[in-house]
């Protein structure tokens, strides 16, 4: 016996707005980071160097995709695919680094590659080895900075390790907000120890 099939074309339209329909509803959730206000909360820093540009912030590969990571009890890595950063986290830890040291500094400070036709006086690179939210209820953000003026001046180089509390409920909201917190508390620090 020969099947009939009927083409893919003649699906009936309201099949095809079911399917569509349940596409809909398990819908992921997208959470940016909110903004604090950097210079109020740490105050101006005078710094040595009147620009500076920050390199794409190197995350390792957990924190680098969009799902929002967590360290489990057991000490496991796990990522909701259902909690999604708004953004890639290299491309926003990277802005908000530079909006930061910007806010911070008051020096003229741009991500990589640097958009003005002058060069910048000091590149700064960022390598992290943790960033998420741990099974204490805290959140991390550790690794190494790296500063290197442009006229041959001597670099700079040093470890951190930020741990920051995870208000309200722990939820991805009240994750994202220590994020912020604690790519703020890197800036204060660099501009402190490294670029002065």
Not at 15 to 34: H, R
């Amino acid at each position: 016996m020969i099947s009939r099939r009927a083409p893919l074309f003649r699906v009936p339209l309201l099949s095809l707005l079911a399917v569509l329909s349940l596409g809909a509803c398990s819908a992921d959730k997208l959470y940016t980071v909110p903004t604090p206000p950097a210079q109020a909360a740490v105050g101006r820093i005078a710094i040595a160097y009147a620009s500076v540009e920050v390199q794409d912030v190197s995350l390792p590969e957990y924190a680098s995709g969009d799902a929002i990571p967590m360290r489990d009890d057991d000490g496991s890595v796990t990522a909701s695919k259902n909690l999604l950063w708004a953004d890639l986290p290299t491309r926003a830890v990277t802005l908000e680094l530079s909006r930061y040291l910007r806010q911070i500094t008051g020096a003229e400070v741009a991500p990589s590659p640097w958009p003005f036709l002058d060069r910048a006086q000091v590149r700064v690179d960022v390598r992290v080895e943790q960033m998420l939210a741990e099974a204490n209820g805290s959140f991390r953000l550790s690794g190494q900075y790296f500063v290197a003026p442009e006229t041959g001046a001597r670099g700079r180089s040093a470890l951190f390790d930020l741990t920051v509390p995870i208000g309200g409920d722990g939820g991805a909201v009240a994750i994202a907000a220590a994020r912020g917190q604690a790519v703020l508390q890197l800036a204060q620090l660099m501009a402190q120890s490294a670029l002065r």
